[in-house]
């Protein structure tokens, strides 16, 4: 069973930053494309990037406003907020696709105060 689970959430200042990290049990990890989503109130959720399974493990926002990072030794996929603002708020979740199969976590609050 596949499973998994993100950490990292919390409240920080506008102008702060956060790491998720989101550890995926069960599978293989290595064939997995893994992402992450923002769900704000009152919006459906959106997905900030995802990371495939091959070539690039890391990726670093052109604004300058995240990274995402992948380790397939550890298994998790891990998402640093930067330069973080008030609409920032939102429940973020981990999702992973493998093969045709896809699962969610949970997800971790994040509040941004301004």
């Known amino acids: 069973q596949v499973q998994l689970v993100e950490s990292g959430g919390g409240s920080v200042q506008a102008g702060g930053s956060l790491r998720l990290s989101c550890v995926v049990n069960?599978?293989?990890?290595?064939?997995?494309?893994v992402a992450w989503y923002r769900q704000v109130p009152g919006k459906s959720r959106e997905m900030i990037r995802a990371i495939a399974p091959y070539g690039r493990t890391n990726y670093t926002d052109p604004q300058g406003r995240y990274t995402i990072s992948r380790d397939n030794f550890k298994r998790t996929v891990d998402l640093q907020l930067l330069n973080m603002k008030p609409e920032d708020t939102g429940v973020y979740y981990c999702?992973?696709?493998?093969?045709?199969?896809?699962?969610w976590g949970q997800g971790t609050q994040v509040t941004v105060s301004s």
């Open positions: 069960g599978g293989r990890f290595g064939e997995m494309t």
């Open positions: 999702w992973r696709k493998w093969g045709s199969i896809v699962a």
